[in-house]
């Protein structure tokens, strides 16, 4: 069975992503590796002798999470484009984040493995349909493409659902907010969030959605 896995490191000093080899980039306990597998405890074994040190002789990778996955190897991949779009600030290299986005990254990593499964079996079906049929972005009326959302100081509680905390900090970007052409666009992140019946994927307005998030005032629309 694939699995998916997340580790962290605990090394003093910053080491070698690759045993043995001098001009590989460097490791260490700032970051953590989300990363897939075809057989979890080969990589284990392979992880332990590369973290391991010469000096103390003891590893410094350290397991936090991994799930077992009923995905195919190509929706794994799938699965680590998803995180590496959700998290591109986040994004140190290759498979390699802050450690600070640890939290983070757990609790959207259920919701990363559902939109793999979703977008490599539904979505060729929903193509061979109606093949010729672009993807269209949804202009909400009142809404300029460049009119700009930012994440309010409003605290998030941990009744607040997962999927509405994870678009909320999206559009936050770190301050820096998100165009309405950014959180309309197909497939956006903001759009992989919504978990309303009525939502059917990117033919469907977000006004709503906008408009809730404005309303619990997690997100503020920039004054014109």
Partial sequence: M???????????????????????????????KVGITRDFHRRLKDYRRTY????????????????DVELTYTECQQFENIIKDAFSNKNIFGEYYKKEAITKIIDFIPIAIKEAKTNTILKPAKIKEKPNMPKRIIKTKDDNLNTRYFRSDKKIIKRHAAHNVQRWEWVGNDGKGRTFSEINKPNSFYRKCIRRPSYAGNESSIRQDLKYDIEKLMIVKQDD
Avoid: A, T
């Fill in 2 to 32: 694939n699995c998916i896995y997340v580790f962290g490191f605990n090394m003093k000093s910053p080491m070698l992503s690759r045993r043995g080899v001098p001009h590989s980039k460097k490791v260490s306990s700032s970051m953590i």
């Fill in 52 to 67: 391991q040190c010469d000096l103390c002789n003891k590893s410094h990778e350290e397991l936090i999470k991994n799930w």
